[in-house]
């Protein structure tokens, strides 16, 4: 099968293509695996912080990958969910301990880096965590709703806010583009407000419905209940805090900050960012219930993402492309 593999860890500044097209045996599924021909894999930020060791995949070489939509093309003897021809999903949770915080476990494996993943014609996966595909999603639509729209989806959960109450998006990419559009299904009072440094994506975020756009260090017209933030950045920790009105939440929806401005944390005036029982929570990982929770939502909003397709071979093209940040939406391989 062919498969794009990263064999080492790289800066993508000094390495344009991290990944190399290779063929690879198709994997042989375990009795309680399926094995999927995959159709399409959605490419995540994630995937830069592997290729350049912020997050090293536990052995090289690997197959990156983990929003994948694909058949189930065999199985092993066991499975009893899903038959062959199936159209299921596999997210950024591979397998777990199965408990309701499996994503915190230390038996959590990743698809896409602790094993392989998407960027390849097949993959395998255990029944568990596998998931079905709503009919009225297509497969191009349905694969940033495995990571970015799912993980977003868990970021507005552990937002809490109740309905009319204010929510803040900090960061305006391929995850908070889709939680706007699941906040204003879920909760139709509360005003959403976004800040990105960006104009253009100022406006895209009021064309999809924001109540108000603006920069990073803006303040909105009113103190928000909650702010999800998904940059990579420390700034927008400290602007974020002195936005939310007293009990308010900042929800980190990032797997990483790198530190070219960790000194902003020096900012941080307790009177003004922490004090009057404000809290900051982060997001670790996936579980299956959210997934499987999200996906139905999804196909009833109907959430369509913005997506930019690339054929697999031009996996380094689309990961460059990301890293540049100049997509609008989520960008998508098609794997033939």
Not at 30 to 52: F, K, M, Q, Y
Not at 125 to 145: C, H, K, M, Q, S
Not at 183 to 209: C, I, M, N, T, W
Not at 274 to 296: C, G, Y
Request: hydrophobic letters at 40%; glycine letters at 8%.
């Amino acid at each position: 099968m062919k498969a794009m593999v990263l064999e080492q860890t790289v800066l993508l500044d000094e390495v344009a293509k991290p990944l190399r097209m290779v063929e690879l045996p198709v994997p042989e599924p375990a009795a309680n695996e399926l094995l999927v021909r995959v159709s399409v894999c959605g490419v995540c930020h994630t995937e830069l912080d592997e290729i350049e060791g912020r997050l090293t995949p536990p052995r090289l070489p690997v197959v990156l990958g983990h929003a994948v939509v694909g058949h189930v093309d065999d199985h092993g003897p066991d499975v009893t969910a899903f038959s062959i021809g199936d159209r299921v999903g596999i997210g950024w949770i591979h397998h777990s301990d199965g408990k309701l915080n499996e994503n915190l476990s230390p038996e959590f494996a990743a698809t896409g880096c602790d094993v392989n993943g998407g960027y390849a014609q097949y993959m395998t996966v255990g029944e568990d965590y596998a998931v079905a595909i709503p009919e009225n999603l297509g497969d191009t639509e349905a694969a940033p709703l495995m990571c970015a729209g799912a993980i977003g989806y868990r970021a507005l959960r552990l937002a809490s806010i109740l309905d009319s109450e204010p929510l803040g998006l900090m960061g305006f990419g391929g995850s908070a583009h889709l939680v706007l559009q699941v906040a204003k299904h879920l909760y139709p009072r509360s005003p959403v407000f976004v800040f990105d440094r960006k104009k253009e994506v100022q406006k895209f975020a009021v064309d999809l419905g924001a109540d108000w756009a603006g920069d990073v260090d803006q303040l909105p017209p009113q103190r928000l209940k909650a702010i999800i933030d998904t940059t990579p950045a420390w700034r927008p920790i400290v602007e974020s805090m002195k936005k939310l009105s007293p009990g308010g939440r900042l929800v980190i929806n990032a797997i990483r900050k790198e530190d070219g401005d960790k000194e902003a944390l020096l900012e941080l005036s307790y009177h003004d960012h922490l004090w009057m029982e404000r809290e900051i929570k982060s997001v670790a990982n996936l579980t299956r219930r959210d997934i499987a929770e999200f996906l139905p939502l999804a196909a009833k909003i109907p959430l369509r993402p913005e997506v930019t397709l690339f054929p697999l071979e031009k996996a380094n093209e689309a990961l460059q492309n990301l890293r540049q940040g100049g997509i609008r939406g989520a960008n998508v391989l098609t794997i033939q």
